[in-house]
């Protein structure tokens, strides 16, 4: 009890226990090892993951993992933590710009080593597609004091720039990733905080343990399963041998394989431990050999595409994150989602001047000028509640259909492709949504969207025919969306005429509904189609 009242003394948290019951409600789970470490942790800040999306590896791994601590105590030689459990989802739908500490990867430690009470900070997962991240630069220095509220530093995502801050007084005792660190895996620890000013120099040659390891020792089954287990499976698992090079000539000699297969292996230098044998009884035969070779010489022209001629001249441009992760679904998106395209052309002139009467009543009144993609996000929204089969999307089990009409808009910068969104927008007006679109344009070109600004759509439009002039395209879809909708640019065109003159010249636009087969058939696209294509030949019917 001495030793127990000693460390409760020691660290300020615990001295606080009775505010936090006060002000945060939480539950304090006091822990002690056969070494005498304890532990704290917070219920609320478990709820603050689950609300997030942190999602536990098994049920509530957290209180799992304090009760296994509790009865057992921490492996002899490690940290005793209390670590938020890292989650398979990530933030979803996170409504502000600042991530505070508590939702960050966190583990509190008091090491048998020697070192006083510390907290380590993980890089944290902040949208759906996000697994690594970097840190575009420190606001606080090595031994500053850092207060709630404060900005610790801002995080890169793959798609925003976000600022995290600190929830609890101390000290920050070492940044672990400096300004410009890369590919940050989610998880990875990036600083460690202290309580108390003087522990701030125990830090200086810390080094993190491995996240991999900390998690799977953290998440473990049990303490009584012992890891000898695993070993003693290996000397009775196949016969097909280990490939070690210091033993590599006794290996082979162990192997069974037969004399032709031997000698082909020998004039290639083909170590025979390397190759799993077909034969009986796992025998290496002369066809093993020719496999293995056969897929060696494979494998050298696929690493030789990568290499440029020595002779060009060129530039690597690193990818950046937003890339990877566009890159990684649309591949997901073209493999996975049986595409089919419908095109339609629609006349535009009725729009254009409905769009020149609108304009002139916004300047009048001090507002935004109304674009032809605004009409084309209103069109498109109506059309979606009117056909409402191609605002859904398929899931293994049903295909779900909304009844929110979220439309995600297509933005070009510099950093990549963005699709923030436009909420609701059958039940907005045309200033509303002209308004909307060109806030989030221009946060997704200041790298400044919020994960509520681009999550939750149910389609998406994207067009490059006002600002490209392309005529006609097909867009891959963006999943989990079952439609998108390209819009070419407007051409002028000789149509007949039904009054005293032969022929007349009207303005059509070519709009492409990219469909999802699985859930949308063909006469419900074309149908979707139709109604798109009344509303723009009849802009009038979209203010009714």
């Not at 989802?89 to 006083?116: T, Y």
């Not at 905080?193 to 996240?211: L, M």
Request: net charge neutral; aromatic share 6%; with cysteine.
């Amino acid at each position: 009890m001495a030793y127990a009242s000693r460390i409760i003394s020691h660290s300020k948290k615990l001295r606080n226990a009775p505010n936090l019951l006060r002000h945060e409600q939480a539950l304090l789970v006091r822990c002690f090892s056969f070494s005498g470490q304890p532990s704290v942790g917070k219920r609320d800040e478990i709820r603050r993951f689950n609300c997030h999306g942190y999602v536990t590896s098994e049920g509530d791994g957290v209180t799992k993992s304090f009760i296994t601590k509790s009865l057992f105590g921490a492996p002899k030689g490690r940290d005793f933590s209390t670590t938020a459990v890292k989650g398979g989802n990530s933030i979803a739908g996170l409504g502000l710009n600042k991530l505070s500490v508590s939702q960050v990867l966190l583990r509190r430690g008091f090491s048998s080593s020697g070192l006083p009470p510390h907290q380590e900070i993980g890089m944290p997962s902040l949208s759906p597609t996000m697994t690594e991240g970097n840190i575009a630069r420190w606001l606080k220095k090595e031994g500053e004091k850092v207060s709630p509220g404060e900005v610790l530093c801002e995080v890169e995502t793959d798609k925003a720039t976000v600022e995290m801050e600190c929830m609890e007084e101390g000290y920050l005792a070492k940044i672990v990733r400096g300004d410009g660190a890369k590919e940050i895996k989610v998880g990875e620890v990036i600083a460690i905080t202290v309580e108390e000013e003087e522990d701030i120099s125990k830090f200086k040659d810390y080094t993190p343990s491995a996240p991999d390891a900390s998690s799977a020792a953290d998440t473990g089954p049990s303490v009584s399963t012992p890891p000898q287990k695993e070993v003693a499976k290996e000397p009775v698992a196949s016969p097909e041998p280990k490939v070690s090079k210091p033993s590599e000539a006794s290996a082979e000699d162990r192997v069974f394989a037969s004399p032709l297969a031997r000698n082909l292996a020998e004039e290639n230098k083909v170590s025979l431990s390397s190759i799993k044998g077909t034969g009986p009884d796992g025998r290496i035969v002369k066809a093993d050999i020719e496999d293995y070779l056969a897929s060696r010489s494979k494998e050298a022209p696929a690493k030789a595409k990568h290499a440029a001629p020595a002779d060009v001249d060129y530039t690597d441009i690193p990818h950046s994150q937003i890339r990877k992760v566009t890159a990684s679904r649309l591949l997901f998106a073209k493999q996975t989602i049986p595409h089919y395209y419908l095109t339609v052309d629609s006349c535009v002139d009725n729009l254009m001047e409905l769009r020149g009467q609108l304009n002139a009543l916004q300047e009048a009144s001090g507002g935004k000028r109304i674009s032809v993609n605004d009409l084309v996000l209103k069109a498109a929204a109506l059309a979606l509640r009117k056909v409402p089969q191609c605002n859904s999307s398929w899931t293994d089990e049903c295909i779900r259909q909304f009844h929110n009409v979220n439309i995600n808009v297509a933005v070009q910068t510099e950093k990549g492709l963005f699709t923030p969104v436009i909420r609701d927008a059958d039940k907005k007006g045309l200033s509303t949504i002209a308004d909307e679109v060109k806030q989030l344009a221009q946060k997704a070109k200041d790298g400044g969207l919020k994960p509520a600004d681009y999550e939750g759509g149910t389609f998406t439009v994207s067009n490059l025919g006002g600002p490209f002039g392309i005529k006609q395209f097909c867009a891959i879809i963006n999943p989990p969306q079952s439609g998108i909708l390209a819009i070419g640019s407007a051409e002028k065109r000789v149509v007949p005429s039904s009054g005293p003159e032969q022929y007349k010249f009207a303005s059509f636009m070519s709009a492409t509904l990219s469909c999802d087969h699985r859930v949308i058939d063909g006469a419900v696209g074309a149908e979707w189609l139709k109604a798109f294509k009344g509303y723009i030949e009849n802009p009038e019917s979209m203010l009714l």
